[in-house]
Structure formats: C-alpha cells, structure tokens
C-alpha cells in the first residue's frame, strides 16, 4: 500500500517562506518511476496543479507560482519538496502531495497552508 505523507505547512505572514515536504513508502513503490507533484487546493476552489517533477528532474510550474516555488526530489530517501517564498495570501491552500504513473496515481492527505498577517 503506497502512502505518502506531507509536512511543513503553518501559519506564515506575507513574503515569508515554508517548505514543505512530503514523504513515499509502501512495499512496491518504485518512487523513482513516478512523477511526483504538488497541487492545492483553496476554499471553494478546484484542486490545481502547483508544481510536477518528472522522472528525469525536469520540473514546471503554475504561472501563479514561478520564480517564487520550486520543487525537488530525493530518489534514495523517496522525498519530495516545495520551497515556497515570498508567499502571498492567495496561496493559502490546502497542499497535497501526488504521485503520478499512468494509470497509478495516489494523493497525500494534505497540509494546510495559511499565509496571513
């Protein structure tokens, strides 16, 4: 059974920053194969897409995001990042963790972020 399980979200004032982190296991879960990525999801908002990285390393971005998140992996400790600086109100969100292989896809259960004054 594949879980994964974030961390790292809280309370933060505009402009400051979080990483979050977002930790795989489970018996058959060949973390390396997946994409891996970040979405949110805001109060009366669909869930959307933050931020992917493949299996090569290369990542992309929401428009709303770039230059002020960037995401990252660790193979061998089957970790997934996102930094998030110079935050704003607007990316107060619930943040869940995906892990993406055609057909395979599993979610996090989320990790609230609130970026407040």
């Known amino acids: 059974q594949v879980q994964l399980v974030e961390s790292g979200g809280g309370l933060v004032q505009p402009g400051g920053s979080l990483k979050l982190s977002c930790a795989a296991s489970?018996?058959?879960?060949?973390?390396?194969?997946?994409?891996m990525g970040w979405y949110r999801q805001a109060p009366g908002k669909q869930r959307e897409l933050v931020a992917a990285i493949n299996v090569g390393a290369s990542a992309n971005y929401a428009d709303s995001v770039k230059g002020r998140f960037t995401i990252s992996r660790d193979n061998g400790k089957k970790m997934v990042y996102l930094q998030m600086n110079s935050l704003k109100p607007e990316d107060t969100a619930v943040y869940y963790c995906n892990a993406n292989r055609a057909t395979q896809i599993y979610w996090g259960q989320g990790t609230q972020v609130t970026v407040s004054s």
């Open positions: 489970g018996l058959a879960f060949a973390f390396r194969i997946y994409t």
